[in-house]
């Protein structure tokens, strides 16, 4: 099995396990035993700019207010505005406006 396959499948594993609760507390939990403090500092960050950018903040305000890179930003806003994009799906299912 190629390293590819084995993030595949163990994404696709994680995906599955998270979609099997809907305790919020309970994800919040494993997350944080799973990932690092940088990087769940580096998730919400990303979490934070797309719903500032979904509520129409401008990426150089965004990058300001939470000293983050125009280049993160920019990415950011290329996903949220491709079609079906899984950002929108989201920030919809969490009844956010846009």
Partial sequence: MSDESVVRTALREL???LAATTDPEEIES???SLLTRTEIRAIGNRWTLVKEIDAGTTQREIARKYSLSLCKI???S????????PFKKMLDRLGKPG
């Fill in 78 to 85: 290329r996903e949220l505005k491709k079609p079906g994009s």
């Fill in 15 to 17: 995906s599955l396990a």
């Fill in 30 to 32: 494993f997350l944080h």
């Fill in 74 to 76: 920019t990415r950011g």
